[in-house]
């Protein structure tokens, strides 16, 4: 497939708002592609050219692509800049100055898809001092050769803003629908290879290979995750449930084969030598051939210290025996998905904690079972006493479903409500924040798409304004008087007391008292929360207030 067809077929599909029309175009692309170009293929129209496990990043930022788009255009830099602001897409003001450029010396060569992702490894391969340097001449060499079209998607790509509505669910449509098998199958081979590239070639081999795909070792699945809610709801149906601490840690996956340990953050980055003091603890209290989840935590004094303090050892590249020695880590483990060649999500949870128990010498976070608010009320205090977070209730027969928010875990936890929201823009702020940003703008995602839903501008200190203002410079894509856009990467954690309708947000919701808690670094876009969250908490208190 050449590239410049990839790119009509994107900017055809911008202009479509049907979900059927969307998924019936990509399947009859999907089904005329070869097996070598799918893969790419799949990847690439997410917008996402490597599997989030994989540990490749491009690592592009806009000044990057500022200067590789003034050097190809023939254009000043702050012209480039400008010409963003005033557009306000970044792919689109690439492909209008690509259309004008005045340096007849380039020319456009025919593409492949396969020349795209081949840069784009060629890329994320790039490591040392002189790597930001050898980043733009791939793009000048990229950009050098693409139509103005091409130069769009391209963008986007680098960028990671890709805005054509395409998302996983609808690509997994497209998939099932092209090679005729169960979209469940498509949608459950995902869950456990995190990779619809490698998916949509299993698809074509058929139902029975999508069916027969397990997990392995040094291959992460996406975490389970738990929604909000209360005591007393989790036990309306009358059932025993189980209770365990919810740490103010930072999450994590552990795996151990043949005597090699690694580990992976929530966002599935590999953190092996952020922590090797943890490692050690767990190589010491697992067998090998295993994959387990749990959460670590700081301690001093026998007391939890504020997550922050794990994420910055997650952060950290130097002096790692040092901080080791400094602070004390302690791993929780509250789940295991694989011990011995045996894949267990589909296993219920009382049994993954019985082998967990079993196997684990050390480390399994202390666990009650009851049916009874009043028992289970004192055991969440008891956890707040303890300097824990509150703590988490969870279906005794659910099944562990990767990358899912579902009903089968619940978060109990007495602070004020919070959601994590995405970072999409900042306010120039006034007095002696002048010279940084001074609010946010926050949004959630909807329908593959990133909408307003409240601006923040409490709770942070000058040291953290000041470190956004360093850490989101390069993110900027565009300006508008005392406004700032950002290419979406930060999610923060809001306090709030109250969501309302509100016309002034394209969400349709506002939050009264918004208030920064901290920058969630340890969460991607993929976890924060949704338009669809946001609606069904404002139902649900409007309920409980009416009723």
């Known amino acids: 497939m050449i590239f410049l067809e990839f790119a009509e077929l994107c900017s055809s599909l911008e202009k479509i708002s049907g979900r059927l029309e969307t998924i019936s175009i990509l399947a009859d692309t999907i089904a005329s592609l070869s097996k070598d170009e799918l893969p790419d293929f799949c990847r690439l129209i997410l917008g996402k ?132 098998v169960d979209s469940k199958l498509v949608e459950y081979a995902n869950q456990i290879r995190n990779d619809m590239g490698e998916v949509s ?9 999508l069916r027969s795909v397990r997990l392995v070792p040094f291959h992460p699945v996406r975490m389970m995750l738990a929604r909000q809610g209360t005591i007393s709801g989790v036990l309306e149906e009358g059932i025993l449930v189980a209770v365990e601490y919810k740490y103010d840690g930072a999450r994590f996956q552990f795996h151990k084969q043949n005597g090699t340990c690694k580990m992976y953050s929530r966002r599935l980055e590999e953190v092996t030598k952020a922590m090797p003091d ?17 959460e670590v935590i700081a301690v001093h004094d026998g007391r939890p210290m504020p997550f922050q303090t794990v994420l910055r050892r997650f952060r950290r590249k130097h002096n790692i025996a040092e901080a080791a020695d400094a602070i004390t880590m ?90 994590d929201l995405v970072v999409t823009g900042a306010e120039w702020g006034e007095g002696k924040r ?20 409240s601006r923040v501008a409490t709770g942070f200190s000058d040291e953290q304004l000041n470190w956004l203002f360093q850490t989101l410079q390069d993110d900027i894509i565009r300006k508008d008087g005392k406004m700032v856009y950002f290419e979406p990467r930060l999610v923060f954690e809001i306090g709030y007391s109250e969501i309302q309708k509100s016309p002034n947000y394209e969400g349709g919701y506002a939050l009264r008292f918004p208030r920064f808690v901290e920058v969630r670094e340890d969460k991607d876009l993929k976890e924060a929360n949704t338009a669809e969250d946001i609606e069904e908490r404002y139902i649900l208190t409007h309920q409980s207030v009416n009723s």
């Open 330 to 419: 302690i791993p929780n483990l509250f789940d295991i998905l694989y011990c011995r060649q045996e894949m267990l999500l589909s296993r219920p949870f009382r049994e993954r904690r019985e082998i967990l128990t079993q196997v684990a010498s050390q480390f399994v976070t202390p666990q009650l079972v009851s049916g009874e608010e009043e028992e289970i009320e004192n055991y969440y205090h008891a956890a707040l006493d303890a300097g824990h977070e509150g703590v988490m209730l969870k279906l005794r027969e659910s099944h562990y479903t990767p990358g899912v928010r579902g009903k089968n875990w619940v978060k109990i936890k007495p602070e004020t409500d919070t959601l």
């Open 278 to 294: 943890v490692v050690a603890l767990l190589d010491a209290a697992l067998p090998d051939d295993i994959i387990v989840d749990g």
């Open 49 to 180: 050219p490597f599997p989030e496990w994989s540990g490749k990043k491009l690592g592009i930022g806009p000044n990057l692509l500022y200067e590789a788009v003034a050097y190809v255009t023939g254009r000043k830099r702050e012209d480039v800049i400008d010409s963003l602001s005033r557009v306000g897409d970044a792919g689109a003001a690439v492909e209008e100055l690509l259309s004008q450029k005045s340096q007849t010396s380039f020319f456009t060569v025919e593409l492949a898809l396969a020349d795209i992702m081949s840069a784009l490894i060629e890329i994320s391969e790039m490591e040392g001092g002189r790597s930001q340097r050898e980043k733009v001449r791939v793009i000048q060499r990229l950009l050098s050769s693409a139509s103005p079209l091409e130069g769009h998607y391209i963008t986007a790509i680098l960028l990671e803003d890709f805005r054509i509505g395409v998302g996983e669910g609808n690509l997994r449509d497209a998939i099932a629908q092209a090679f005729s």
């Open 434 to 453: 002048a010279r940084i940003f001074g609010s946010f703008l926050l949004s959630v995602k909807s329908n593959d798409r990133l909408v307003p839903v």
């Open 201 to 209: 070639v299993l698809a074509l081999k058929g139902e029975e290979a």
